[in-house]
């Protein structure tokens, strides 16, 4: 099965006051945490033998772009990031794979999310009969492919809440710990 892992890593930090990506947390930037976790659960996820995964960053900013590029994932360019995270969910969509069944969407600003709960989330969704997972709380959040054209269709900065706000019946949730879920969106959150 094709999985596409979508890393989001767009945002303006308006909230934190600067781009709160490129800030350093614990030695390197802020967004690069996600990202490895990521990375590790993709690798995880294809060792497995159930799952053919691609990873997907979708990003305005060149430096996390060529990182992306480093790690081998595709890096896909965002000039549309002014709309909010419904840009990034677009382009991320449009860049997976063709064949991809399952589309997976991580926030760059969760740097505390294990690979463990990653490869938890896309495992709980496959053994259950419902079309999204997502963790209680927040992000991740996981599709199967028949809500595609939906998440191509998505508008504003509410992101795939939208769509799990119409669909409570297909909606699978998962419990993750308090500290993995914790965002960065202001500066004493670094500390």
Not at 84 to 110: M, N
Request: hydrophobic share 40%; proline share 4%; charged share 25%.
């Amino acid at each position: 099965m094709r999985l596409a892992l979508i890393y989001m890593a767009s945002g303006f930090g308006r909230r934190f006051g600067s781009n709160k990506l490129l800030i350093p947390l614990e030695g390197q930037p802020l967004y690069r945490h996600g990202l490895q976790h990521l990375m590790e659960a993709a690798g995880r996820l294809e060792s497995s033998g159930r799952f053919q995964t691609s990873v997907i960053v979708a990003s305005q900013y060149e430096e996390i772009l060529e990182y992306a590029r480093s790690l081998g994932a595709e890096a896909v360019q965002n000039p549309y990031s002014a709309e909010g995270i419904t840009a990034s969910i677009r382009l991320g969509t449009k860049g997976a794979p063709a064949d991809a069944e399952l589309y997976l969407y991580f926030v760059a600003d969760q740097p505390y999310l294990s690979a463990e709960s990653i490869v938890r989330l896309v495992e709980g969704l496959m053994e259950s009969d419902r079309g999204i997972g997502c963790v209680k709380k927040g992000s991740p959040c996981i599709f199967r492919v028949k809500y595609r054209e939906e998440l191509l269709a998505l508008a504003g900065d509410r992101g795939g809440r939208q769509i799990i706000r119409c669909h409570p019946e297909d909606v699978w949730e998962m419990e993750v710990s308090e500290e993995e879920l914790r965002d960065i969106d202001l500066p004493e959150d670094l500390l």
